[in-house]
């Protein structure tokens, strides 16, 4: 399973560093130390906790949560909540900062790209296409 620096993790859920070491500091996200001494974040538990801080800004939920994750780019940097793999196409899930995107693509795709919960990806928007890159 991937892990994530407090740092990595803040980029991915669109705060500064210091937001997300406060929350693990309170225990909303759980870390661990590697053998350097550095906190990381598990991939699965950091998914989870992207979609719950996502939810709570979309109902107005307090907290220190800075400006929403917004780009001008069309590219969306975050992290894989959920992977539905049928047969032959699949759907992705990314929680980026609080926008949740979700997208229609091969099965063979997902395997290639090595897409599960907890993975780094990114999702490009054109037109009503959502293209998705491992980050």
Known sequence: MQSYTIGQAARLLGVSADTARRWADAGRVPT????SGR??????DLAAFSVEIARSAATGG?????EPYTSARNAFPGIVTAVKLGDIAAQVEIQAGPH????????????????E??????ARVKSTNVHIDRA
């Open 62 to 66: 307090a907290g220190d949560e800075e």
């Open 100 to 115: 949740r995107l979700v997208s229609l693509l091969t099965r063979e795709a997902v395997e290639e790209l090595g897409l």
């Open 32 to 35: 661990h130390r590697d053998e």
């Open 117 to 122: 919960v907890g993975v780094r990806a990114t």
């Open 39 to 44: 906190r990381l974040i598990d991939g699965r």
